[in-house]
């Protein structure tokens, strides 16, 4: 099977190639089949600079998909996924040949949709903050609408929270789905356009594996689009809650109309 990576950017940043060295590496050292996109959101043209001399399809947006709050490339780089698989990543984190090898043998082994793993928080250096990026003991996810009912409270049909347990950058899912139950949403969702997928991925009965160890690095970076406040607008941050919202409301549509 053929991994395509989206690794995301927007901002000029000194971690970018590191990570994207990193990266290849650990895709290289796994001695999997894959194509490394490195999506440019409508953002900084240094960027390319950075990366032209990697193994790498450097791609410039000329809009702006994630508008300044999500990870855009996750959508704008659709119409250049060559592989079978989707591993879409922010421009900080740092994944291991461990992470690539097992995600892909899973997806070889068992007859399922969608891979996840736990990570380790660290600092721009590397050095790790003791904190984990996901479950920390086995998950059973042979029925999906079980964990669909935990995540968003249902009792009775009625939705009462909305709770994310599958880190996004730890993800890596079938290309399959984009027919199977559609394409995540950004332009709906934004900063919680992949906890939407993840929720559909359970509502729909899809197929996932959880791997109980951590084997990827979630970078806190000081670099990141969300950090701050941008061009006056507000970030991922401030917005959750609305988006949230209407994470709920969807599907509590969908189960009225079950």
Same mark, same amino acid.
């Given at each position: 099977? =053929?991994?395509?990576?989206?690794?995301?950017?927007?901002?000029?940043?000194?971690?970018?190639?590191?990570?994207?060295?990193?990266?290849?590496?650990?895709?290289?050292?796994?001695?999997? &089949? *894959?194509?490394?996109?490195?999506?440019?959101?409508?953002?900084?043209?240094?960027?390319?600079?950075?990366?032209?001399?990697? !193994?790498?399809?450097?791609?410039?947006?000329? *809009?702006?998909?994630?508008?300044?709050?999500?990870?855009? #490339?996750?959508?704008?780089?659709?119409?250049?996924? %060559?592989?079978?698989?989707?591993?879409?990543? #922010?421009? !900080?984190?740092?994944?291991?040949?461990?992470?690539? =090898?097992?995600?892909?043998?899973?997806? $070889?082994?068992?007859?399922?949709?969608?891979?996840?793993?736990?990570?380790?928080?660290?600092?721009?250096?590397?050095?790790?903050?003791?904190?984990?990026?996901?479950?920390? +003991?086995?998950?059973?996810?042979?029925?999906?609408?079980?964990?669909?009912?935990?995540?968003?409270?249902?009792?009775?049909?009625?939705?009462?929270?909305?709770?994310?347990?599958?880190?996004?950058?730890?993800?890596?899912? %079938?290309?399959?789905?984009? &027919?199977?139950?559609?394409?995540? !949403?950004?332009?709906?969702?934004? #900063?919680?356009?992949?906890? $939407?997928?993840?929720?559909?991925?359970?509502?729909?009965?899809?197929?996932?594996?959880?791997?109980?160890?951590?084997?990827?690095?979630?970078?806190?970076?000081?670099? +990141?689009?969300?950090?701050?406040?941008?061009?006056?607008?507000?970030? $991922?941050?401030?917005?959750?809650?609305?988006? @949230?919202?209407?994470?709920?409301?969807?599907?509590?549509?969908? @189960?009225?109309?079950?």
């Amino acid at each position: 099977m =053929k991994i395509t990576v989206i690794h995301n950017t927007f901002r000029f940043n000194p971690l970018i190639r590191e990570s994207v060295i990193l990266n290849l590496k650990a895709l290289q050292d796994a001695n999997i &089949d *894959y194509q490394y996109i490195v999506f440019n959101d409508n953002g900084d043209v240094e960027i390319e600079d950075e990366v032209k001399d990697l !193994d790498v399809e450097y791609f410039y947006s000329d *809009y702006n998909f994630g508008q300044k709050m999500c990870s855009g #490339g996750w959508v704008g780089a659709i119409p250049l996924i %060559k592989g079978d698989l989707i591993h879409n990543t #922010g421009q !900080d984190d740092v994944f291991t040949s461990f992470f690539y =090898k097992t995600i892909v043998d899973t997806f $070889e082994k068992t007859n399922c949709d969608l891979v996840y793993c736990n990570g380790l928080k660290v600092l721009e250096n590397m050095v790790t903050t003791g904190e984990s990026m996901g479950p920390m +003991s086995p998950i059973d996810y042979s029925n999906p609408r079980i964990h669909f009912d935990h995540w968003l409270g249902v009792t009775n049909k009625k939705i009462t929270r909305a709770n994310n347990f599958i880190p996004a950058p730890g993800t890596v899912y %079938k290309k399959s789905l984009h &027919d199977e139950i559609g394409e995540p !949403d950004l332009d709906n969702f934004r #900063g919680v356009a992949d906890f $939407e997928y993840w929720v559909r991925v359970l509502f729909y009965n899809k197929r996932i594996q959880y791997i109980n160890f951590p084997c990827w690095l979630y970078r806190i970076s000081r670099y +990141s689009t969300t950090s701050e406040v941008i061009d006056g607008k507000l970030n $991922e941050r401030d917005l959750s809650g609305y988006y @949230l919202n209407k994470l709920q409301q969807k599907y509590q549509n969908l @189960l009225d109309n079950e």
